[in-house]
């Protein structure tokens, strides 16, 4: 009786899909759309606030305030990565599109290290003139790749 109510349910869906006029690849493609699309809305959002601190410092990024905000973009790269993985055959994803993110969440990630790396010597530093241990030399800031990520 289980699989006869399973099949009703199955066969039902099936009608339901064609009364609408689309089919199961188009369901996918559907699904797969809507996925990446809200995945590439919040990477867009962490882009352009970045954009925006570096506007602020004459196109440099400054490490302090760039670091938690390169690993939430190194992050969500993964995510949509791990996404396109996970169902490229049932996306239909090609592989230059799963290609082209993983490397670029592998240069997004070095530059996250790099900059946080140099965020946590500014800060060190910082501490240190604040405790009276080292004189300030008016060194600049190392400064970040610059261009798109």
Do not use: H
């Amino acid at each position: 009786m289980a699989v006869r109510a399973d099949l009703k349910a199955l066969l039902s869906a099936a009608s339901l899909t064609l009364a609408l006029g689309m089919s199961v690849p188009a369901l996918a493609q559907s699904s797969c759309e809507g996925d990446i699309s809200k995945l590439q809305e919040k990477r867009m959002g962490i882009l352009e606030s970045l954009n925006k601190l570096s506007e602020k410092d004459n196109g440099k990024l400054d490490p302090v305030a760039a670091c938690p905000k390169l690993r939430s973009l190194a992050s969500l790269e993964k995510d949509i990565q791990g996404y396109m993985e996970k169902n490229q055959s049932w996306c239909n994803i090609p592989d230059e599109a799963l290609t082209n993110i993983k490397d670029t969440q592998s240069k997004t990630t070095k530059i996250a290290a790099q900059a946080c790396n140099i965020a946590a010597q500014v800060k060190k530093q910082q501490q240190q003139q604040a405790q009276g241990g080292i004189p300030t030399f008016n060194a600049p800031a190392p400064k970040l790749p610059g261009g798109p990520l």
